[in-house]
């Protein structure tokens, strides 16, 4: 059934969703902050452009956002222009954004009290993954919500999951870089240590990635890790700021978390080499000096 959908911040990852969620029939009003972004998006895909979130959201019933951290997140729900200011009672308000569980929960009593939905939703399988319309989203709120919601949320994506109360897509979505962080600064050691013994690692990669080391970080970036380029995908930047996230909600919980920082600091020595906009892949960077 065909809906009206604002979908505000059209990154690298909100752009190609927001195009799918056009694409899978529905009405799309589109809010970027750099207005240029939006006017392009509309030439690009059926839809229309709002001056601000809040007539973005005016007459929606499925209100996305995709931005930067928590603080984007506050200014375009809560600030003086934002969504919350216009949004419908019953309408359904889905944040796409990789941000704390404590916004998440912060956002979700708001709707409660104010007669309207709200899931966490962050995803993972990077900028490839949203131009594929093939992430997967990690989501957490109440089931009625997810129920309404789900149709649109599976236009840009491959696999969703409910996975609790709100707060829980934020949650898993820490699992998520947590579990990324280690796996890179491996492949990271083991291709460098493979190169510096003389093997050709692309044969080494095309025997061990049938087996138990097989990872999508393996298979998808080795080539690039080899050639030393790394312009493929989720920047240094990003990843620092989700592990931060994720460290401080460790503090939280009590869990132990030495790899996740070891690697954090090793993120640190990329960005100090200039490689802020590096793909994350690019840990074994520190290896070539």
Known sequence: MTCNVA??????????MAGYISKGGHNVTVFNRTKSKAEKWIKDYKGKMAETPAEAAKDAEFIFTCVGNDNDLREVTFGDNGAFKTIKEGSVYIDNTTASATIAREIYDYAKKNNFGALDAPVSGGQAGAENGALTVMIG????????AKDKIDCYSKKIKLLGKAGSGQLAKMVNQICIAGLVQG????????MKAGLNMEDVIEVISKGAAQSWQMENRYKTMIDDKFDFGFAVDWMRKDLKIAMEEAKNNGSLLPVTELVDKYYGDVQEMGGNR????????????
């Open 187 to 194: 492949l990271s050691e083991g291709i460098n240590f493979g």
């Open 141 to 148: 709120g109440d089931q009625s919500d997810f129920e309404k």
């Open 278 to 289: 590096w793909d994350t892949s690019s840990l074994i960077k520190r290896f070539r000096k």
């Open 7 to 16: 979908f505000i911040g059209l990154g690298v990852m909100g752009y190609p």
